[in-house]
């Protein structure tokens, strides 16, 4: 599980840390910097799947011209604070903590490189480029190679097959161009204890997911054993199959439609298109009258891919929906919250999720207000900061006072953002 992103020179944020928990909130006014957290947690995603940082950065595109990654948004000239050489990004996960730093060669092109990273577990420190804070050295004099310094590691710690005497450091020499993360998972001369570490922060990393849910797309039929939803809601209908073989799951899925819609959902029906093989996605109401998704309402497709995507066969370990609330009447957002509660407190999956939505705020529980933060400039300040709400003075008295709905819809949020500035200590809670 992530527990904290800390952003520096990440587009519009300085130095600021979000808190992240099962279930995290992100509240803000518009171009505050929200969707700049996601472009941040997309980032580290990347570095998940394996690519370059010109792939993580400005794109992924496959044989067919294809994307299969699209850039961060505002891409290769937007993703540094302005008038900064370099951002990083620090995860924190369990025992673990990433730190990357990336910059911008202007003797090749103004390419992306890494300028510092660092792998840490617990207090031990895998692999850095700058040891005792030194600066990261780059081999034979050009910016071709970074050198990392390995851990040292002692006899007894060297349990895979390399003879190594005594206490050992090791440098070994990466590209600059991709995170050194996933290098040395095949680097030869990597203990395979060390190893082990980077997969763990890789298996964070990979297993994440950013729906922005499309209408069209999810009302497609699918190919049945197509069991991954994808970003835009893609597969909807086989997702949905494969979680209804389970009688049990269907029996979830279809209590927590039936809530959401006034017309009685008595289950799904699958039936496939003899021609193409695809799949289409049929309500049955209780009338037996049938509708398919071609006719299904746009709120309730949503809803159903969120509840996919979250009850779903091989539940990824974080989710990212921007407006979480969406197209969804307020009577029915305290549904989806209570299935996002519910969900991520059992500790499979973890949901982010920034919103505009002040009923949604009005009934988040207690664990979900610690993680809830609000995002906001000062005084028209270039950067931004980000604070966990209940840090706000007061904010405990007043949501038990007036709800947390009203305080974000009144402004308070923001205005009480401006109290806690200057003041990094502990006094502010
Ligand atoms: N490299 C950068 N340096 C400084 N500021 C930047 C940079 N890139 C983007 N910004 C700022 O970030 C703002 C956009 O932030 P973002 O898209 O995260 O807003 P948001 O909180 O998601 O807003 P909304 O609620 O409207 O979606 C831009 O208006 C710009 O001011
Ligand atoms: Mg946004």
Same mark, same amino acid.
């Given at each position: 599980?992530?527990?904290?992103?800390?952003?520096v020179?990440?587009?519009?944020?300085?130095?600021?840390?979000?808190?992240?928990?099962?279930?995290?909130?992100?509240?803000?006014?518009?171009?505050?910097?929200?969707?700049?957290i996601?472009?941040?947690?997309?980032f580290?995603?990347?570095?998940?799947?394996?690519?370059?940082?010109?792939?993580?950065?400005?794109?992924?595109?496959g044989?067919?011209?294809?994307?299969?990654?699209?850039?961060?948004?505002?891409? !290769?000239?937007?993703?540094?604070?302005?008038?900064?050489?370099?951002?990083?990004?620090?995860?924190?996960?369990?025992?673990?903590?990433?730190?990357?730093?990336?910059?911008?060669?202007e003797?090749?092109?103004?390419?992306f490189?890494?300028?510092?990273?660092?792998?840490?577990?617990?207090?031990?420190?895998?692999?850095?480029?700058?040891?005792?804070?030194?600066?990261?050295?780059?081999?034979?004099?050009?910016?071709?190679?970074?050198?990392?310094?390995?851990?040292?590691?002692?006899?007894?710690?060297?349990?895979?097959?390399?003879?190594?005497?005594?206490?050992?450091?090791?440098?070994?020499?990466?590209?600059?161009?991709?995170?050194?993360?996933?290098?040395?998972?095949?680097?030869?001369?990597?203990?395979?204890?060390?190893?082990?570490?980077?997969?763990?922060?890789?298996?964070?990393?990979?297993?994440?997911?950013?729906?922005d849910?499309?209408?069209?797309? !999810?009302?497609?039929?699918?190919?049945?054993?197509?069991?991954?939803?994808?970003?835009?809601?893609?597969?909807?209908?086989?997702?949905? %199959?494969?979680?209804?073989a389970?009688p049990?799951?269907?029996?979830?899925?279809?209590?927590?439609?039936?809530?959401?819609?006034?017309?009685d959902v008595?289950?799904?029906?699958?039936?496939?298109?003899?021609?193409?093989?695809?799949?289409?996605l049929v309500?049955?109401?209780?009338?037996?009258?049938?509708?398919?998704?071609?006719a299904?309402?746009?709120?309730?497709l949503?809803? *159903?891919?969120?509840?996919?995507?979250?009850?779903?066969?091989?539940?990824?370990?974080?989710?990212?929906?921007?407006?979480?609330?969406?197209?969804?009447?307020?009577?029915?957002?305290q549904?989806?919250?209570d299935? =996002?509660?519910?969900?991520?407190?059992?500790?499979?999956s973890?949901?982010?999720?920034?919103?505009?939505?002040?009923?949604?705020?009005?009934? =988040?529980?207690?664990?979900?207000?610690?993680?809830?933060?609000?995002?906001?400039?000062?005084?028209?300040?270039?950067?931004? =900061? =980000?604070?966990?709400?209940?840090?706000?003075?007061?904010?405990?008295?007043?949501?038990?006072? %007036?709800?947390?709905?009203r305080? *974000?819809?009144?402004?308070?949020?923001?205005?009480?953002?401006?109290?806690?500035?200057?003041?990094?200590?502990?006094?502010?809670?």
């Amino acid at each position: 599980m992530i527990t904290s992103l800390r952003l520096v020179n990440f587009k519009n944020f300085a130095d600021e840390t979000l808190r992240v928990g099962p279930f995290t909130v992100i509240v803000g006014a518009n171009a505050s910097g929200k969707s700049n957290i996601r472009d941040a947690f997309r980032f580290l995603h990347g570095i998940g799947r394996g690519y370059t940082l010109a792939e993580i950065i400005g794109g992924q595109y496959g044989g067919g011209g294809q994307s299969e990654w699209a850039e961060i948004r505002g891409a !290769m000239k937007e993703i540094i604070r302005f008038g900064q050489p370099a951002f990083s990004l620090q995860v924190k996960m369990e025992n673990l903590a990433y730190t990357i730093e990336v910059g911008r060669n202007e003797a090749r092109n103004g390419a992306f490189q890494v300028t510092r990273e660092t792998l840490e577990a617990g207090s031990r420190t895998i692999y850095t480029s700058h040891p005792g804070e030194g600066d990261p050295v780059y081999a034979q004099g050009d910016d071709t190679r970074l050198v990392l310094h390995m851990e040292k590691i002692s006899l007894q710690r060297a349990y895979d097959r390399q003879f190594v005497q005594g206490n050992y450091a090791r440098r070994i020499m990466v590209r600059p161009d991709q995170p050194a993360l996933t290098q040395i998972r095949e680097h030869r001369r990597v203990l395979r204890a060390h190893k082990e570490y980077a997969e763990q922060a890789i298996k964070v990393l990979a297993n994440m997911r950013f729906l922005d849910l499309d209408l069209n797309r !999810m009302r497609r039929a699918s190919f049945s054993g197509q069991i991954a939803l994808g970003d835009g809601g893609e597969n909807l209908p086989t997702v949905l %199959q494969a979680i209804c073989a389970d009688p049990q799951r269907e029996k979830i899925l279809t209590e927590w439609l039936r809530e959401l819609t006034p017309m009685d959902v008595r289950g799904f029906e699958f039936p496939t298109d003899s021609l193409s093989g695809r799949v289409q996605l049929v309500l049955r109401e209780a009338n037996d009258r049938q509708v398919s998704a071609y006719a299904a309402s746009d709120g309730t497709l949503r809803f *159903l891919a969120m509840l996919a995507a979250l009850l779903g066969p091989n539940p990824h370990r974080l989710y990212m929906f921007e407006e979480i609330d969406n197209g969804i009447h307020p009577a029915r957002v305290q549904l989806l919250i209570d299935l =996002i509660e519910g969900q991520t407190a059992k500790g499979a999956s973890q949901v982010v999720t920034t919103t505009h939505s002040p009923d949604l705020l009005t009934i =988040i529980n207690d664990d979900t207000f610690e993680n809830t933060s609000v995002v906001g400039r000062l005084d028209d300040a270039d950067e931004a =900061i =980000i604070r966990p709400v209940a840090e706000l003075p007061k904010a405990g008295a007043l949501r038990k006072s %007036q709800g947390l709905g009203r305080l *974000l819809a009144g402004g308070w949020m923001e205005d009480a953002l401006a109290f806690t500035e200057g003041d990094n200590d502990e006094e502010g809670k």
